[in-house]
């Protein structure tokens, strides 16, 4: 399935390619994964982030949407911080 990374996110990934390689790099291989495995095998989250799935990476959280079958990566944060985010 093809993919897409949201500019936002795109600079984060920017940054942390720099100051934290193994966190990155742990990225890049959860984004292969997710496009490589069944889509509904992620969790849903409840309102008001209905429209994303989530997966754990360590402390963080990464949040992913489908939309007209490509993978839309939006949001990557610590996990007591993600869900405060309104979209």
Known sequence: MKYEIHPDLDELL????????????QILKKIADICNS???HYKNLKKPLQNYKR???GHFVFLFKVENET??????DHHDKIYLIND
């Open 38 to 40: 069944d889509i509904n």
């Open 14 to 25: 920017t940054k942390l390619s720099k100051k934290d390689k193994s966190l990155f790099e």
């Open 71 to 76: 993978i839309i990566f939006r949001y990557f």
């Open 55 to 57: 997966v754990h990476i």
